[in-house]
Every structure is written in structure tokens, then in C-alpha cells.
């Protein structure tokens, strides 16, 4: 056996920016999936994600994603269809569905205040790790997307946090936490830091910023570049 093939893989630290009710997260989630995949052999990687609202003043009774997308950017009904099915494309080919999943008719497409959900992925990452995180971010996305559940909702939230794995009492607390609110608040300063104005935004290893929702290729070459600068820093 080659020494090469007895080498333990390299770790990496991937911290992401991201919001809940961001179409291009989960797939840049899936992207990065399949590119982490691919370099099994390589790569071990610790994936934390950190807070970002885009729409931090949305109501509490939501709003419709059609006349979101059409008051936010101005955007014609025709227009936004069409960037619906531009998503609904680019999520097919990453391997993640937009479709409505579940029971009977499908409710409104809506859009929510998401500042529970960070509470609770926050909260999922502080006290019981990334991998834990990770589940939950899923099933946020999945409860968003697919189930087109109202993810303001602190009970719906508990409810998703059971299934995650998380238990369900200590997430209902979490959710009214202040020490987990200013944390929240913290991590979106810290997306300020380092420059991220939109998401998702990938950082690789605290060092390079990869914007926006890559190919897995994208995401594969530019962890070993910053790996192999960090090999080379220290030869």
C-alpha cells in the first residue's frame, strides 16, 4: 500500500451563511453535498451554519412568495413565474424538489420571519453539534419547501426540531432564549465582517468566501486550492 493511500483525509471547516426560506441554499446544500461525496477519500469536513435574515422585517402573518418576489424586486407576475421555474430547474438537476409533498391540495406558497428558525439552529449547534445542525437545517428546508409549513410558527418549529432529533421542550425554550437571540444577532454581524451580503456564502477553513450556489466541481476545487495553500504555508 502507497503512502498516499494511508493518508488520514484532511479536515475542513465549512461555515455557511444561510436562510430557511432561500431556494438557493438548499441547493447549494446539495451541490456541496455531492462535492463532499465525491472527495470522501480527501476531505473530512465539520459544515456549521450560521445565521442570515433576508427578509428580517417580514409580518407575522407572512407573505405570499408571487407578491414577495413582485413587491421585493419588482418583478411582473409573468417574471416571476419564470424565475420559479429557472429554481425549479436548478434544484432537479441538484437533486432537490420544490414540489409540494404532502397531503390533499397544496396550501399558498408563502414566505415567513425567520428569526426563530436561527434561533434554533443556533441553539442545535451550540449544544449538540454540527451533525445535529445539519439534520435540522434539512428538515427545515424540506418543512419549508416541500410541506409548505408555516417555519414561524414556535410550535410547527418544535414540532420539526422532534424530528431532527432534538427534544422538543428544550427547543421551545431555546426559541425565547436571549443568550441564543444575541448569538443569532452576533452571527449576522459576523456575515457584515466578513463582506457576505447575500447567501448562501460558503467559508472555507476561516480564509476564502465562495458566493452563491455552485456547481459540486466549483465547491471541490476550491477546497483543495485553500487546502493546498495551507499545505504549502506549511512545508
Not at 430557511?20 to 463532499?36: F, T
Not at 418576489?69 to 432537490?96: D, F, H, M
Not at 426563530?116 to 453539534?129: I, M, P, Q, V, Y
Request: hydrophobic fraction near 45%.
Amino acid at each position: 500500500m502507497s503512502a498516499g493511500a494511508l493518508r488520514a483525509p484532511a479536515q475542513v471547516t465549512l461555515d455557511i451563511w444561510s436562510d430557511v426560506m432561500c431556494p438557493w441554499c438548499a441547493i447549494g446544500l446539495r451541490q456541496l453535498d455531492r462535492a463532499l461525496a465525491a472527495m470522501a477519500d480527501e476531505v473530512s469536513a465539520k459544515v456549521r451554519f450560521h445565521p442570515f435574515e433576508l427578509n428580517p422585517d417580514m409580518p407575522e402573518e407572512g407573505e405570499e412568495q408571487g407578491a414577495h418576489i413582485q413587491r421585493k424586486y419588482g418583478r411582473t407576475p409573468q417574471q416571476s413565474a419564470g424565475v420559479r421555474e429557472a429554481l425549479k430547474a436548478a434544484a432537479q438537476r441538484a437533486g432537490y424538489s420544490f414540489d409540494y409533498a404532502g397531503e390533499g391540495e397544496a396550501p399558498p406558497a408563502m414566505m415567513w420571519n425567520t428569526r426563530l428558525a436561527h434561533r434554533l439552529l443556533t441553539w442545535a449547534l451550540r449544544d449538540f453539534g454540527p451533525e445535529r445542525q445539519m439534520r435540522l437545517k434539512r428538515a427545515l428546508f424540506d418543512a419549508h419547501f416541500q410541506a409548505r409549513r408555516n417555519v414561524s410558527d414556535p410550535e410547527v418549529l418544535a414540532e420539526i426540531a422532534e424530528t431532527a432529533g432534538l427534544p422538543r421542550i428544550d427547543a421551545l425554550k431555546a426559541m425565547i432564549d436571549p443568550e441564543i437571540d444575541a448569538m443569532v444577532t452576533a452571527g449576522e454581524r459576523q456575515a457584515w465582517d466578513w463582506n457576505v451580503t447575500g447567501v448562501p456564502a460558503v467559508v472555507i477553513n476561516g480564509k476564502l468566501i465562495v458566493p452563491g450556489a455552485q456547481e459540486p466541481e466549483v465547491y471541490a476545487d476550491l477546497i483543495r486550492k485553500v487546502l493546498a495553500r495551507e499545505a504549502a504555508g506549511k512545508a
